[in-house]
């Protein structure tokens, strides 16, 4: 798997509970920046194989993930070498490892060594953790609509940003606000990037 991006390229990530607009995020932040986002895979997933599943299942979910992020990091570069909207490529990726991590142990308290490697070795730039404070959407795939489960997970992401070096905000309020206030973090965050641009 091709894990070596230009330098150049900033990754962020949305992390957070079932339905607190992680999709959503990313897709206004890649319109308003003119740029790809990479799709949670565990819907297409779970739309495949069913919501009865396994531990081993989370590992596949994983690796489905991966490729579907560097895929869409490729598709965010060509997207900037031909048009250059911004100073640098951006990429918007709903879900990571960390999202990985928390589903494991929160189902079934234990998490696989890979993803433990992949959020070792990867690296990140930003990241959003939107807070579960919107109303829930009902879908078949989530698990979890109770707000103490969804506020208990919200805690576990954010013990997880407060632990580690990349920056990180909370998404939270409603729209157009909670748009606004990503997309201004997201200005800030790259023109600490490149400090000459």
Known sequence: M??????????????????TGKSTICA?????????????????????????YTFDDLLNIAEGQLILEDDSAKEAINLFNQHQFSNSPIIFIDTDMYV???????????????ILNEIAERKYDGYLLCKPDIPWTE?????????????KLYGNYR???????????????????????????????????????
């Not at 990985?100 to 890979?114: D, L």
């Not at 990180?168 to 490149?194: C, F, H, M, Y």
């Open 139 to 151: 879908d078949e795939l989530r698990e979890y609509p109770e707000l103490n489960t969804r506020e």
């Open 2 to 19: 091709n894990n070596q991006y230009p330098e150049r390229l900033i990754k962020i990530v949305a992390i957070g509970p079932e339905s």
């Open 100 to 114: 990985m991590k928390v589903w494991c142990e929160f189902v079934f308290g234990k998490c696989h060594q890979r």
């Open 159 to 197: 013990d997880l940003l407060i632990n580690q070096q990349v920056p990180w905000t909370e998404v939270s309020g409603n729209d157009p606000k909670r748009t606004e206030n990503a997309i201004a973090w997201v200005e800030q965050l790259v023109q600490s990037l490149n400090p000459k641009q």
């Open 28 to 52: 206004q932040l890649a319109t308003h920046f003119s740029t790809a986002w990479c799709q949670e895979y565990a819907r297409e997933y779970l739309h495949q194989h069913g919501t009865n």
